[in-house]
């Protein structure tokens, strides 16, 4: 034991015991390549295990942002690492990089073992759901920093895709059928607009019910990101897949661009989809020009692949045997950026 470390705030004793607590949820995301258990100086992974002649490897870093805000309001923990999961993988899915391993890093004001196992197994439970190895990662104490009961959490991801399959928008043509994936809610996206509009501007109590989302605000805005790894890997396996966006901050207007060529739009119908409850709940408190919403949050859709109109039907059954609520809600055109239709 060190005292003086101790008086500075830090207790090593917490986090020997966070190791131990989090070994358990690890040890369910091991695959494939992972080699080495928790406690090396850095996570090791064999990549000659796949079968890949010419590998590309695609790496993402993300974040959980102000939600984690939510997390702290309602001492919730236990999904917020399922979150900072998907933001990571469903980015490197876009290039058609299957996830292998993932990292975290949590930084907190006090070291709670109990909680530190909380966050790590929802890091663990979206590992699962990608097949992704949990390899490694740093837990760090910082008094100085944070609150006591508060802590911010990052993850970085690296994935891999034979090189001839890599995606990118040199596929995507005119006439090309946009597929719409569901949402499970408002993600890990906006929250800071979120917290002004139900927090500031008109003081809701979170943990009441609420009629129009049948469930309390809390529990709705807590839902975990989905994780749409396995299901458009699948449809990867069987069918050319154009082009993909993974719908996050920017909404529709930034985020289903960076997916087609510069002289291309996508021309979406609002009537094929379900614009999920929570986004017409904030509309009504904020007065939110449909526009801006469009251009903040996801609205219902959280992936997006683009394929031949030929290969739609396909895309949609494979989709629907891993439970997805998808259906075709647009198309590739000539012109620029995104178009919004009734």
Do not use: W
Request: include cysteine.
């Amino acid at each position: 034991m060190s005292t003086n470390y101790k008086d500075a705030g830090v207790s090593l004793e917490a986090g020997y015991e966070s190791v131990e607590r989090i070994k358990k949820h690890i040890d369910k995301t091991r695959n494939l390549g992972m080699m080495a258990s928790i406690g090396s100086f850095g996570g090791l992974f064999d990549l000659s295990k796949y079968n890949i002649k010419e590998p590309v490897l695609v790496a993402g870093t993300d974040g959980v942002g102000t939600k984690l805000k939510l997390a702290f309001m309602s001492d919730k923990h236990d999904t917020i690492g399922q979150d900072v999961v998907a933001m990571c993988v469903n980015d490197i899915i876009a290039q058609g990089a299957k996830p292998l391993f993932f990292l975290d890093y949590i930084a907190v004001g006090k070291n709670y073992p109990e909680k530190i196992e909380q966050i790590v197994k929802g890091v663990a439970d979206g590992c699962v759901l990608s097949d992704c190895a949990l390899i490694g990662g740093e837990t760090a104490e910082m008094p100085d920093m944070y609150l006591n009961d508060e802590y911010d959490i990052a993850g970085f991801t690296v994935g891999v895709v034979e090189k001839s399959k890599l995606i990118t928008s040199a596929k995507v043509k005119n006439d090309d059928v946009v597929i719409g994936i569901a949402s499970s809610g408002v993600h890990s996206n906006g929250f800071s607009l979120v917290r002004k509009i139900i927090l500031k501007d008109n003081k809701v109590d979170v943990f009441a019910h609420v009629d129009e989302l049948n469930d309390t605000l809390i529990n709705t805005l807590m839902t975990p990101t989905k994780i749409y790894v396995k299901s458009v890997l699948d449809v990867m396996d069987s069918v050319d897949v154009h082009g993909v966006a993974h719908i996050t901050g920017g909404g529709f207007y930034e985020n289903m661009p960076r997916c087609i060529n510069d002289d291309q739009a996508i021309e979406v119908s609002k009537s094929t989809f379900e614009i999920l409850p929570i986004f017409k709940y904030l509309q009504k408190l904020s007065n939110m020009s449909e526009h801006e919403l469009f251009n903040v949050f996801n609205m219902g859709i959280g992936m997006i692949l683009i394929v031949d109109g030929k290969d739609s039907e396909k895309t949609l059954e494979i989709l629907k045997t891993h439970g997805e609520k998808a259906s075709v809600i647009g198309k590739v055109i000539s012109g620029n950026g995104v178009i919004i239709n009734e």
